[in-house]
C-alpha cells in the first residue's frame, strides 16, 4: 500500500502529502484527502498504466477509490494473473 | 443608447448539412449526422463515433473558396459565415461598420496536431504553414480578410459557451452604436486533441448520444459552424426582406462550482436563463421552445434539467437538444443553435430530441420527439454552457 | 472609467524597482520575475495549475486586494496563446502514447478561459465571465468588453487582464518563424541597437475598472480604440490623428507617448514615422525593452501608464511637469494597433 500511496501521490501532484499521511482507510474524496471527479479519472489511467486494469466507467471508480485499502483490494483481486 | 437588435441572415455548416437549406431538410427528416469516423485519423476510429461535416479538407476548401491546407477550422468558418452574410441581403459591408466576432476552442490545432509529430522527433522539423494559423485568432482573420470585413473583429473562446458569448458581444456593440452590421458565431473542427482529450474524462458516448434521456451515456463530438448576421434597425429597414427576429436578451454567468463539472442543482444555468429573461423583460411562461444545451452527458443534463425546473416551475416550454443531431460542435454549437432558434421562429419549427427513449427521473418534463411545423412560436431560448462553469443562454424573439 | 488597481506578474519585479534598477535580459527572451504561489494560492487548487494559470490567478488576486474587491462584476481576460504548457503537454503525450493512457487534467487546463474560470471558482463569482483571443487584440478586446458593459451600465466594476506565457516549445517554434534576435544585444540595448527580431515577452497584468472613482485611483481610461490590418503608414497616422480629434485634442495636448518599439528593424518604422509626423514636440518612452514582445505586451503597456500616472515618475525620463495626460500606441506584427489615452485622477 506505500507503494500506491507514492504513486497516488505523484499522479495527483499532491506536494505537500507525503505517503505516510494518508491513512490506509481514510477516505480519498471530498472530506478526507479532498479529491475530486478529475482526480478519479487520474486514478483510472493509474490503475491502466501501472497495474494493467481497466474500469469499465468513472462511476465504478467511486467504490474503488474511497480508500487506499479499497483500491489495494480492487488491485489484488483484478490484477491480470502472470503466467 | 439602447437599439434594437435584429437578425437578418443566417449561415451554418455540420454534419447534417452544408448550408441552411440543407440543415431544414435533415432536421425535418430525423436524420443524424453521427457516423463512424471517416475524415479524422484516429486510433478510435472503430470505437468513437463522431458526427463529423461530410467532406475533405480540399473540398471544403473548394466550397470557401480558400486553399486547402489552411485550417479546417477557418474553412468551415468561411463557408458558413459567408452564407450567413449573403442570406442576409446586405449588398456593400464596406458601407457599414462591419464586425466579425467568431468562436472557437482550438483553433487551428487539427493541423498543429500533425506538425507536432515531426517537431517532437526533432524541434526543427514540421512544416511551419502546419503552426501559423494555430492561435484561436487565426481561423477568425482568415474569414474577416475572406469576407472583407475590416472594422472590427474579435475572437471570444470560452469553452462550449464561445460562440454564444460571441453573439452576445455582437448584440451589444450594435446596441451601443459602435457597429451596424455583426456577423457573430463560431466554429470548430474535430481535432484528435479534442477527441482525445474527451475520452479521458470519459465522457464520449460509444452509441449515438441520448440527450435528456435516463440511460444517457455521454455525448458524441462534432463540428462545423454556424453564424448569425445581426443588424441596427437602421440596417433592418432598408433591407428588401424584412429581419426575421431580434435578438431579445442574453445573460452570461459563472457556475463557479468546479473547472469541468456542473454545480448539481445547475445555478450556472439557471443564472443565465434567468438573466436573458429579465433582459427581455420576458416571463418564463412567454417562451415557446428551448434549444437545450444538452449534451448526454450525466452531469450537464441533470443540471440544465434542474436549472429549467426550478426556473419554469409547471409550465415546461416545448424543448430539444439539436445535438441528437450534429453532436456537441464545442466552439460552433451556440452558433449553430442559434441559427436553428432563429429557423424555428422563422418558420414556427419545433425540432425533435432523436433517440429519446426514458424520461430522467428527477426531471418533471421531457423533450419533444418529432418534427412539428406552422407552430406559433414567438419567443425561443437557447443554451450554452462550457467548462469553467461559463453558461451563456439567448433568447431569440418574432419582430 | 476609472482604473482603481493595477498588479502583474512580468520580467519586471516592480514598478519602483523599474525606476531604480530594471530587470536586464541577455539572449532572447525575457521571462517573468515570479512570486511563491504557495503563499498566494490555496495549495488545494495550485497543484493543478500550470505556470500560467498561477500567474494570472495571482496577479488577479492582488490587484482585487490593491482595489478592495471582494467581488468584481465581471472577469474578463485576453490571452492570444492560451495555456500554452498544458497544451502542448497533452499534445506531446497524445503523440507518444498513440492515443492510449492519457490523463484529463493538462486537457481539462489547456481550455482558454481556464485562469478567468479559477478566478471565478476561487472568489466564488456567479458574476459575468469572458475570455477573449484574438491575437495582438486579445487584451484590446477584453478591455473594450468591460468599457462597454460599463458604459449599458450592466456592471459597474470588472476586473480585466492580459495573460500569455512563453513556453521552450513555443520560444523555439516563433524562433523559427525569425522573430527574435540572433544577435547578444540583449534587453538594455535593444531598441538602440536595431537589427532583425526582438525578444520574446511574457505577462499577466490585471487591472480593477470602475464607473466611479474611489478617491485613490491610479488613473482614468478615457479611451481605447483598435484597428485592424492598416495598408500603410499613412493609413495609421489617419487613424490617430482622427482618434486625437474625437478625443478633442492635439497632439501638443499629451504629456507622454508609451510606444511599442521592440528592436526589430521593419516593426519600429511606423513608431519613428508618428514619432516624426505626430508627436514631435511630446516626450516619448518604450517599455518592451522592459516586457519583451507578446501579443498582450500592451497590458503591460497600461500597467505602466497608470503608475506613472499614479506617481509622476516616469522610468529613463525626467519629466518638467509631472504627467497628467498619457497616450499609448501598440502595434503586432503590423496587424493589430491599438491607441490608449488615459488621465491622472
Known amino acids: 500500500m506505500a507503494d500506491l500511496k507514492k504513486q497516488i501521490i505523484e499522479q495527483l501532484n499532491l506536494k505537500d502529502v507525503k505517503p505516510e499521511d494518508i491513512g490506509d482507510d481514510q477516505p480519498l474524496f471530498v472530506e478526507g484527502l479532498g479529491l475530486d471527479s478529475i482526480d478519479a479519472l487520474e486514478l483510472i489511467v493509474l490503475l491502466q498504466q501501472e497495474y494493467k486494469i481497466k474500469l469499465a466507467n468513472a462511476e465504478e471508480g467511486q467504490s474503488v477509490f474511497r480508500s487506499v485499502r479499497t483500491m489495494a483490494q480492487y488491485i489484488t483481486e483484478h490484477q491480470p494473473k502472470t503466467v | 443608447m439602447n437599439f434594437p437588435v435584429f437578425i437578418a441572415g443566417t449561415g451554418v455548416i455540420s454534419a447534417i448539412g452544408n448550408n441552411v437549406q440543407q440543415h431544414l431538410h435533415a432536421l425535418e427528416n430525423g436524420t443524424a449526422g453521427m457516423d463512424n469516423m471517416t475524415y479524422l485519423d484516429s486510433v478510435h476510429k472503430h470505437r468513437l463515433p463522431v458526427a463529423e461535416v461530410k467532406m475533405s479538407n480540399e473540398e471544403l476548401a473548394g466550397l470557401a473558396g480558400l486553399p486547402a491546407y489552411i485550417s479546417r477550422t477557418a474553412l468551415l468558418s468561411s463557408i458558413a459565415a459567408k452564407e450567413a452574410l449573403e442570406q442576409s441581403g446586405i449588398n456593400d459591408i464596406r458601407q457599414w461598420r462591419t464586425g466579425f466576432i467568431s468562436a472557437n476552442t482550438v483553433g487551428g490545432m487539427d493541423k498543429t496536431e500533425n506538425f507536432f509529430i515531426d517537431f517532437l522527433k526533432d524541434s526543427r522539423k514540421g512544416r511551419l504553414r502546419n503552426v501559423v494559423h494555430h492561435e484561436c485568432g487565426a481561423a477568425t482573420e482568415i474569414t474577416a480578410d475572406h469576407l472583407g470585413i475590416k472594422h472590427y473583429v474579435s475572437t471570444i473562446s470560452t469553452a462550449c459557451s464561445s460562440s454564444a458569448n460571441a453573439i452576445f458581444l455582437g448584440a451589444r456593440l450594435i446596441k451601443q452604436d459602435i457597429l451596424d452590421v455583426v456577423v457573430a458565431g463560431g466554429t470548430d473542427a474535430l481535432t484528435k486533441f479534442t477527441l482525445n482529450g474527451f475520452n479521458t474524462l470519459m465522457i464520449l458516448d460509444q452509441q449515438y448520444c441520448q440527450p435528456f434521456d435516463e440511460n444517457r451515456r455521454g455525448l458524441n463530438l462534432g463540428e462545423g459552424a454556424g453564424y448569425i448576421v445581426m443588424v441596427s434597425e437602421k440596417i433592418a429597414l432598408s433591407l428588401k426582406q424584412g429581419p426575421v427576429c431580434t435578438l431579445s436578451g442574453y445573460c452570461n454567468a459563472n457556475d463557479a462550482y468546479h473547472q469541468t463539472a456542473s454545480s448539481p442543482d445547475g445555478t450556472g444555468s439557471f443564472l443565465a436563463m434567468k438573466g436573458a429573461l429579465e433582459k427581455s423583460g420576458l416571463q418564463p411562461g412567454d417562451i415557446d421552445y428551448i434549444n437545450l444545451h444538452g449534451t448526454g452527458t450525466q452531469n450537464n443534463d441533470i443540471a440544465e434539467g434542474t436549472a429549467i425546473k426550478l426556473l419554469f416551475k409547471d409550465r415546461y416550454p416545448k424543448m430539444s437538444s439539436t445535438k441528437s443531431f450534429t453532436g456537441h460542435t464545442l466552439g460552433a454549437s451556440g452558433g449553430i443553435e442559434a441559427v436553428f432558434s432563429v429557423l424555428s421562429i422563422q418558420h414556427g419549427l419545433v425540432y425533435p430530441n432523436l433517440r429519446f427513449e426514458t424520461p430522467m427521473k428527477e426531471l418533471p418534463f421531457t423533450p419533444e420527439t418529432v418534427f412539428s411545423k406552422g407552430q406559433p412560436i414567438n419567443h425561443v431560448l437557447s443554451n450554452s454552457f462550457g467548462f469553467g462553469g461559463n453558461c451563456s443562454s439567448l433568447l431569440f424573439s418574432k419582430t | ?345
Open chain 3, 1 to 345: 472609467m476609472y482604473i482603481q488597481a493595477a498588479a502583474g506578474i512580468s520580467p519586471q519585479r516592480s514598478f519602483e524597482a523599474i525606476l531604480m534598477q530594471p530587470e536586464c535580459y541577455t539572449g532572447n527572451r525575457l521571462t517573468c520575475c515570479e512570486p511563491d504561489y504557495a503563499q498566494l494560492i490555496d495549495p488545494r487548487m495550485i497543484r493543478r495549475m500550470s505556470r500560467i494559470i498561477k500567474m494570472g490567478v495571482a496577479a488577479a488576486k492582488e490587484c482585487l486586494q490593491k482595489a478592495g474587491w471582494e467581488m468584481p462584476d465581471a472577469i474578463i481576460t485576453g490571452t492570444a496563446y492560451g495555456c500554452l504548457a498544458d497544451t502542448e503537454l497533452f499534445l506531446s503525450k497524445m503523440v507518444e502514447n498513440k492515443e492510449e493512457l492519457l490523463t484529463p487534467t493538462a486537457f481539462i487546463q489547456s481550455t482558454h478561459n481556464t485562469v478567468g474560470a479559477q478566478i471565478a471558482l476561487l472568489l466564488k463569482c456567479h458574476n459575468y465571465n469572458n475570455t477573449f483571443v484574438h491575437r495582438g487584440f486579445s487584451f484590446e478586446s477584453a478591455l473594450l468588453d468591460a468599457v462597454t458593459l460599463i458604459k449599458e451600465e450592466e456592471i459597474s466594476t470588472a476586473l480585466v487582464g492580459g495573460v500569455d506565457e512563453i513556453t521552450p516549445v513555443s520560444h523555439a517554434i516563433l524562433s523559427r518563424f525569425g522573430l527574435y534576435r540572433k544577435d547578444d544585444t540583449g534587453s538594455a540595448a535593444l531598441l538602440d541597437v536595431p537589427g532583425k527580431g526582438t525578444m520574446a515577452g511574457e505577462g499577466a497584468l490585471f487591472f480593477a475598472l470602475s464607473d466611479h472613482p474611489s478617491g485613490n485611483d491610479y488613473a482614468k481610461l478615457d479611451n481605447v480604440y483598435t484597428f485592424y490590418k492598416p495598408a500603410d503608414i499613412a493609413e495609421v497616422k489617419d487613424h490617430i490623428v482622427s482618434f486625437l480629434q474625437r478625443n478633442e485634442l492635439q497632439a501638443q495636448d499629451i504629456d507622454l507617448v508609451i510606444s511599442g518599439e521592440n528592436g526589430d528593424v521593419s516593426n519600429d518604422a511606423v513608431y519613428t514615422a508618428l514619432k516624426i509626423g505626430v508627436w514631435n514636440t511630446v516626450p516619448a518612452v518604450s517599455f518592451k525593452q522592459l516586457c519583451g514582445e507578446y501579443p498582450t505586451a500592451a497590458g503591460f503597456a497600461l500597467w505602466l501608464a497608470v503608475h506613472i500616472l499614479h506617481t509622476g515618475k516616469v522610468p529613463g525620463l525626467t519629466p518638467a511637469t509631472r504627467p497628467r495626460r498619457v497616450l499609448i500606441y501598440n502595434h503586432y506584427q503590423h496587424i493589430h494597433h491599438s491607441i490608449y489615452l488615459l488621465t491622472a485622477c
